[in-house]
């Protein structure tokens, strides 16, 4: 099946399963400094740093319903 979303064409199987892992990033320095002070831009860029052994996986399990459904 084709779907549109964001103005792509989406090719979707109508049963799935789809897995994703989200790796954990810790901010040691954290934006310090203003560049503005009335909208919130940095003056510096942050440091991090991301470790590769721990990491959330969600997976979804999907089954897509034939009906249309209007807003």
Known sequence: MNYEF???I?????NGI???????????IKYWGKYNNRIQIPLNSSISYSLNKVYTK?????RLNKKK???
């Open 6 to 8: 964001q103005n792509k």
């Open 10 to 14: 989406l090719k979707i199987s109508p």
């Open 18 to 28: 789809i897995t994703k892992k989200s790796y954990s990033n810790i901010a040691l």
């Open 58 to 62: 969600t997976r979804l399990i999907y």
């Open 69 to 71: 459904i209007f807003l």
